[in-house]
Nanobody, 123 residues
Framework: VQLQASGGGMVQAGGSLTLSCAASGHTFESDAVAWFRQALGPEREFVAGINWRGDSTYYRDSVKGRFTISRDNTKNTLHLQMSKLKPEDTAAYYC?????????????????WGQGTQVTVSS
């Protein structure tokens, strides 16, 4: 199973980026999936999650209204549209799949992880 995250980069504050995650070796149409991020330190923090049907989404408070998570089960892909980016959004972003949809914010919910894509927002 491989999750390939892409779309990271460097932007100025207020800019936008869209992250994508493509899965191979696993069909995640029945999974809850999510994005996490990790800045300094060992812990990954939850950013956004979406249920298997794509009709329920969850966000950490600091990104509500700025980030949008979506999925395309026909293409086995996950996306994160990020706008109005802030320097505090700077982190490595990881996609996660294989979730059961019970605790979206718990990294232990997920069986599969992408390699991370770096987002850097300058002030």
């Amino acid at each position: 199973v491989q999750l390939q995250a892409s779309g990271g980069g460097m932007v100025q504050a207020g800019g936008s980026l869209t992250l994508s995650c493509a899965a191979s070796g696993h069909t995640f149409e029945s999974d809850a999936v999510a994005w996490f991020r990790q800045a300094l330190g060992p812990e990954r923090e939850f950013v956004a999650g979406i249920n298997w049907r794509g009709d329920s989404t969850y966000y950490r408070d600091s990104v509500k209204g700025r980030f949008t998570i979506s999925r395309d089960n026909t293409k086995n892909t996950l996306h994160l549209q990020m706008s109005k980016l802030k320097p505090e959004d700077t982190a490595a972003y990881y996609c996660a799949a294989g979730g059961r949809g019970n605790y979206y914010g718990d990294p232990n919910e997920y069986d599969y992880w992408g390699q991370g894509t770096q987002v850097t927002v300058s002030s």
